[in-house]
């Protein structure tokens, strides 16, 4: 069971242009999520996280939002650049006490010069 | 900075045999999981731990077994390495989700193939 889903395994993007990374998840109880990024043959790093509590969380390009009725968020970044060029993961957790991270199946997004 | 460190980038090893992954991170996170990395499925956690010598399943925890005898140190245990076991491992460590600080900071991964 999926509880953390990236139905879009890849995006291509131009250069400049703005890159929406989707992410929906069906858990209630997750109340954390994170977005971390993946270049090959190297660990995810993070990019940026947003609590349950705000709809949206901002870090210079990287917009995450959240809409919790729906379970479902987004990644934007603006405007994309080729180095944006990796694998996005998001992942879900409950800060409650249940420490378990679970992550999404990626999306390579390809940022086209 | 924070530093995870996997023992080896690249393993290979026999069916049948008892393999050991070690990890160790230099943050005194509390937090350390084992995650498997393959083609289409994303990162799956295999095993978590929120405290020396505790311990919690993941997604897919058959056929491994963990250790953490010290909090800077978490070990993954293959019992018997079988060819489905190949793949990429990765370690992370992390302060609680409800601290001011909650990203997981991940090793460089070690690639096992088993034959």
């Known amino acids: 069971d999926q509880q953390v889903k990236q139905n879009s395994p890849s995006l291509s993007v131009q250069e400049g242009r703005i890159s929406i990374l989707n992410c929906d998840y069906t858990?209630?109880?997750?109340?954390?999520f994170l977005w971390y990024k993946k270049y090959p043959a190297e660990g995810p790093t993070f990019l940026i996280s947003?609590?349950?509590?705000?709809d949206k969380n901002e870090d210079g390009r990287f917009t995450v939002f959240l809409n919790k009725s729906a379970k479902h968020l987004s990644l934007h970044i603006v405007p994309s650049q080729p180095g944006d060029s990796a694998v996005y993961f998001c992942?879900?957790?409950?800060?409650?006490?249940?420490?378990?991270?679970?992550f999404g199946t990626g999306t390579k997004l390809q940022v086209i010069p | 900075d924070v530093k995870v460190t996997q023992s080896s980038r690249y393993l290979v090893k026999r069916t049948g045999e008892k393999v050991f992954l070690e990890c160790v991170q230099d943050?005194?996170?509390?937090?350390m999981f084992w995650y498997r990395q393959d083609p289409g499925l994303g990162l799956r956690l295999i095993y978590f731990?929120?405290?020396?010598?505790?311990?919690e399943k993941g997604d897919i925890p058959e056929g491994y077994s963990v250790s953490r005898e010290k909090k800077e140190r978490f070990s993954l245990i293959l019992e018997s390495a079988s060819t489905n076991q190949t793949s990429m491992y990765l370690c992370?460590?992390?302060?609680?989700?409800?601290?001011?600080?909650?990203?997981?900071?991940f090793g460089q991964g070690t690639r096992l193939t088993v034959v």
């Open positions: 858990n209630s109880m997750f109340d954390y």
């Open positions: 992370a460590s992390s302060f609680p989700l409800r601290a001011p600080r909650t990203e997981a900071f």
């Open positions: 992942a879900a957790g409950a800060a409650g006490g249940y420490q378990k991270v679970t």
């Open positions: 947003i609590s349950s509590i705000k």
């Open positions: 943050m005194d996170h509390e937090n």
């Open positions: 731990s929120y405290d020396v010598k505790m311990k």
